[in-house]
């Protein structure tokens, strides 16, 4: 693995936000269980994305991401970058695009968007 995209910072605090989703805890506890599939981390992240909660929806990418091996993990480090991006954190959101790169190393729209944020 490429020690560059090995780890990407913490987005935010192991704490959620006040506001933040009453089930969070309970998916964050699934994430790091690895109980939850690819498709239900994507699901419970659009939510708290479309609730405004970019920072609680990038820590549940985060604690999936670390707690599975899925062949999807490209995906979801993919949809991470796209949330840090959208949370105002484009170092992160570099690392996350750089880490699907790490699992998919053909992966076109990781290279573009980590492209766009290098411009």
Known sequence: MNSAFAHVAPATTNAPAQDASPDLASWMAAARAGSLTAPDVMDRAQSLQAAGQLESAAAL??????????????VACFN????????GKPESAEQAYGRALVFSPGFAPASLNLGHLLE
Do not use: F, K
């Open 80 to 87: 991470w970058g796209t949330v840090l991006s959208s949370a």
């Open 61 to 74: 990418y985060e604690a999936w991401i670390e707690h599975n091996d899925s062949p999807l993990c490209h």
